[in-house]
C-alpha cells in the first residue's frame, strides 16, 4: 500500500521521491553561534549563515583543526559510514554537545558538535520525520520517534530504552508534536492520533479522509492540520473536528497561524489565508505552476512560498496580491521546509534572510533576503 501511494503521489504531481531525500534545514547554535544544519542524502554540513561556507572545527581554544595536510576540518558528516544513512528529518538537539539525526536505516545518529558521528542506537523501523523530546516527569526525558514503516516510539534519553510503542498501521511521515502532555501524531492512514506522552496511553484519533503528511500546529485552543483530501481542519483538544476549509489540492505541510489569520499552501500551487475561527477564506491565489510541499514564511507585509517550479513568491498578508516571483538559476525542485533567520546576536546578517533547500546538489542551500526590494544577491551553498 505504502509503494502505491508514493507512486500515486509521484504521478499527481506531489513531492514525494523514491529512493532519495529532499534537502533537510534546520539551526544549530554552536559556540554562541548560529549555523545552518543542511543534510542531503548521506551527507550533513554546517553553515556559515553570513556566507553559507561550511563551518570549520575548532579546538577548545577556538583555534581552528587542520588535517593532516595543514587543511582546515570542516564539519561535515558522511552517513555512508554507517550503513548508509540517508538524512530526512531534521536534528533533535539533546543537549549542550550533542544531536540526534534520524535516518532512513532503522538508525537514530547521534553527533556531536565537534563533528563525530556516534554509534547510533537502532530505532527499530525507519525513522523518516525528526524526532520531538520533552521533559515529562523530573529529570526523565523521552524522545519520541515517528516510524516510516508504522508506529511512534518512546525511548529513554540516555539508554534508548524502549518505554512504550504506540501502533499507527501504516506509519509516519511527519514529526510528532507534544503539548501539555499530550503526544500528536499524524498517520498517513487518514488519521491524527492524540496519546498521553508519558504513557502512550490513546487520547484519541479522528479520521480527516485523507493521507497525513504533515505534523499538525497545536494552539492553546485547537489543532490545525492538512490532509490530502483537500482539506484544512480545525479539531478541538478533545479530538472533535469543529470546522474545515476545503482548498484545491492536497495539503502536505504545517500552516502558520500569525496575527489571528492561518496561512497555509498546497500541492496544487495556491497560497492560502484562511480565518481560524471558522475556517472561511480570507483570500486564496493560485500562484505556481506545479505543487508548494513547505509551508509558508510569514514575516511583515509578506507571505513566502516556494514552488517545486523552482520559483519563490512573495504576497502580501492582507489581500494576497503577487508582488514578486524570484526565479531560480535552472529552475531546480524546492522541496524542503524554508528557513527565516533574523538578524541577532549571534548571527553576523544585517536583514533577515530566507534559506531555502533544492534537490540541485550545485544549489543544495540558497540565502536571500525577505526584502523583495533588496538589493544583497545572498549566497548559494553547493556540493
Same mark, same amino acid.
Given at each position: 500500500?505504502?509503494?502505491?501511494?508514493?507512486?500515486?503521489?509521484?504521478?499527481?504531481?506531489?513531492?514525494?521521491?523514491?529512493?532519495?531525500?529532499?534537502?533537510?534545514?534546520?539551526?544549530?547554535?554552536?559556540?554562541?553561534?548560529?549555523?545552518?544544519?543542511?543534510?542531503?542524502?548521506?551527507?550533513?554540513?554546517?553553515?556559515?549563515?553570513?556566507?553559507?561556507?561550511?563551518?570549520?572545527?575548532?579546538?577548545?581554544?577556538?583555534?581552528?583543526?587542520?588535517?593532516?595536510?595543514?587543511?582546515?576540518?570542516?564539519?561535515?558528516?558522511?552517513?555512508?559510514?554507517?550503513?548508509?544513512?540517508?538524512?530526512?528529518?531534521?536534528? @533533535?538537539?539533546?543537549?549542550?554537545?550533542?544531536?540526534?539525526?534520524?535516518?532512513?536505516?532503522?538508525?537514530?545518529?547521534?553527533?556531536? @558538535?565537534?563533528?563525530? @558521528?556516534?554509534?547510533?542506537?537502532?530505532?527499530?523501523?525507519?525513522?523518516?520525520?525528526?524526532?520531538?523530546?520533552?521533559?515529562?516527569?523530573?529529570?526523565?526525558?523521552?524522545?519520541?520517534?515517528?516510524?516510516? +514503516?508504522?508506529?511512534?516510539?518512546?525511548?529513554?534519553?540516555?539508554?534508548?530504552?524502549?518505554?512504550?510503542?504506540?501502533?499507527?498501521?501504516?506509519?509516519?511521515?511527519?514529526?510528532?508534536?507534544?503539548?501539555?502532555?499530550?503526544? +500528536?501524531?499524524?498517520?498517513?492512514?487518514?488519521?491524527?492520533?492524540?496519546?498521553?506522552?508519558?504513557?502512550?496511553?490513546?487520547?484519541?484519533?479522528?479520521?480527516?479522509?485523507?493521507?497525513?503528511?504533515?505534523?499538525?500546529?497545536?494552539?492553546?485552543?485547537?489543532?490545525?492540520?492538512?490532509?490530502?483530501?483537500?482539506?484544512?481542519?480545525?479539531?478541538?483538544?478533545?479530538?472533535?473536528?469543529?470546522?474545515?476549509?476545503?482548498?484545491?489540492?492536497?495539503?502536505?505541510?504545517?500552516?502558520?497561524?500569525?496575527?489571528?489569520?492561518?496561512?497555509?499552501?498546497?500541492?496544487?500551487?495556491?497560497?492560502?489565508?484562511?480565518?481560524?475561527?471558522?475556517?472561511?477564506?480570507?483570500?486564496?491565489?493560485?500562484?505556481?505552476?506545479?505543487?508548494?510541499?513547505?509551508?509558508?514564511?510569514?514575516?511583515?507585509?509578506?507571505?513566502?512560498?516556494?514552488?517545486?517550479?523552482?520559483?519563490?513568491?512573495?504576497?502580501?498578508?492582507?489581500?494576497?496580491? @503577487?508582488?514578486?516571483?524570484?526565479?531560480?538559476?535552472?529552475?531546480?525542485?524546492?522541496?524542503?521546509?524554508?528557513?527565516?533567520?533574523?538578524?541577532?546576536?549571534?548571527?553576523?546578517?544585517?536583514?533577515?534572510?530566507?534559506?531555502?533547500?533544492?534537490?540541485?546538489?550545485?544549489?543544495?542551500?540558497?540565502?536571500?533576503?525577505?526584502?523583495?526590494?533588496?538589493?544583497?544577491?545572498?549566497?548559494?551553498?553547493?556540493?
Amino acid at each position: 500500500m505504502l509503494v502505491a501511494l508514493l507512486l500515486a503521489a509521484v504521478s499527481a504531481g506531489c513531492s514525494t521521491r523514491i529512493g532519495t531525500s529532499w534537502p533537510m534545514l534546520d539551526t544549530v547554535e554552536m559556540g554562541g553561534r548560529t549555523r545552518i544544519v543542511v543534510g542531503y542524502n548521506t551527507i550533513v554540513a554546517l553553515l556559515d549563515p553570513s556566507n553559507g561556507s561550511v563551518t570549520q572545527l575548532e579546538d577548545s581554544e577556538g583555534r581552528v583543526r587542520n588535517d593532516e595536510n595543514g587543511n582546515p576540518r570542516r564539519w561535515i558528516i558522511d552517513g555512508g559510514s554507517k550503513e548508509h544513512a540517508e538524512f530526512f528529518g531534521r536534528p @533533535l538537539r539533546l543537549d549542550d554537545d550533542y544531536l540526534l539525526f534520524p535516518s532512513a536505516n532503522n538508525r537514530l545518529l547521534k553527533v556531536d @558538535l565537534k563533528g563525530a @558521528l556516534i554509534d547510533p542506537p537502532d530505532a527499530k523501523g525507519i525513522p523518516l520525520s525528526s524526532p520531538a523530546i520533552a521533559n515529562l516527569v523530573a529529570s526523565d526525558i523521552i524522545i519520541y520517534a515517528s516510524l516510516k +514503516y508504522g508506529d511512534v516510539v518512546a525511548l529513554d534519553r540516555d539508554t534508548y530504552t524502549e518505554l512504550w510503542r504506540a501502533s499507527v498501521p501504516e506509519g509516519v511521515w511527519s514529526a510528532p508534536v507534544i503539548q501539555d502532555g499530550i503526544l +500528536y501524531v499524524s498517520g498517513i492512514n487518514h488519521f491524527l492520533y492524540a496519546y498521553n506522552a508519558e504513557t502512550g496511553a490513546p487520547v484519541w484519533s479522528v479520521d480527516l479522509g485523507g493521507l497525513v503528511g504533515a505534523s499538525p500546529l497545536v494552539t492553546a485552543d485547537a489543532v490545525y492540520i492538512g490532509s490530502f483530501d483537500h482539506k484544512m481542519f480545525k479539531i478541538s483538544k478533545d479530538g472533535q473536528i469543529l470546522a474545515a476549509f476545503e482548498g484545491n489540492n492536497w495539503f502536505w505541510s504545517t500552516p502558520v497561524l500569525a496575527d489571528g489569520v492561518l496561512y497555509a499552501t498546497d500541492l496544487g500551487g495556491s497560497v492560502y489565508a484562511i480565518n481560524p475561527t471558522d475556517m472561511t477564506a480570507v483570500w486564496s491565489l493560485k500562484v505556481a505552476s506545479r505543487g508548494i510541499r513547505p509551508g509558508p514564511i510569514v514575516s511583515g507585509d509578506y507571505v513566502v512560498a516556494a514552488s517545486r517550479d523552482g520559483s519563490v513568491y512573495w504576497l502580501t498578508r492582507k489581500t494576497g496580491e @503577487l508582488v514578486k516571483r524570484r526565479e531560480l538559476d535552472g529552475r531546480p525542485e524546492i522541496l524542503s521546509d524554508m528557513l527565516l533567520l533574523e538578524p541577532s546576536d549571534s548571527l553576523d546578517i544585517s536583514e533577515p534572510l530566507i534559506v531555502i533547500g533544492t534537490v540541485d546538489t550545485a544549489r543544495l542551500a540558497i540565502a536571500f533576503p525577505l526584502n523583495p526590494d533588496s538589493g544583497y544577491q545572498g549566497w548559494i551553498y553547493s556540493r
